[in-house]
Structures are given as C-alpha cells and as structure tokens.
C-alpha cells in the first residue's frame, strides 16, 4: 500500500491526520471499498502512533508543508510505516529510539 500525502498547504502531521479521518469518514458512510479503507486505516494508524512527528518536521523540511515534493505514505521490509520522499524512507522513529 502507498498512500500519497499533499504537503502544499500543511505539514506530514495534518496531512496523516485529515487522510486518516477521511478514510474513518468514508468508511461508516459505507462508501468505497471497505477492505481497501481498513488497510489505509490500519497504515494511517501505525503512522500516528509511531512518528515523532516535531523531529520530522525538523529534520526534514519538506515535511513542514508548503513544497511541492512528492512524499509517500507506505510500509518497509518489516511492515513498518516508512515515509518515501527525495530519495530518503523514513522509518518510524518516536523520540525515545533517535535518542540512542
């Protein structure tokens, strides 16, 4: 699964978060293909949990918002979140595990 996230106007952690209610959205409305949307909400769900989404932001500035770049929502070898974008995949990374 890839999931491509708009950050012309706001950064990764907006985006994550509106594509993630968008998706809890359409599906109680019993629109689009439910499996498809319980895949999308199970990724969309990794992702808030386990992105240090500040050190994001700050580490990379195309995450910040405002770029045209084409950044990538989708799962690495081990079925972890991984953020595709200017030739980098980052992977998950709450505070606690850059800190070693």
Known sequence: MKIHLDLTLHCIETEIKRRHEEAISLYFKKKGDKQGLEAKL???????????????????????????????????????????????????????????
């Open 42 to 100: 199970v990724l969309l769900e990794k992702a808030i949990q386990s992105f240090d989404f500040s050190y994001l932001r700050d580490r990379w500035p195309v995450l910040s918002g405002g770029h045209e770049s084409r950044v990538y929502l989708t799962y690495d070898e081990s079925e972890n979140p991984c953020l595709q974008f200017e030739n980098h995949c980052v992977r998950s990374a709450k505070k606690e595990e850059k800190d070693h």
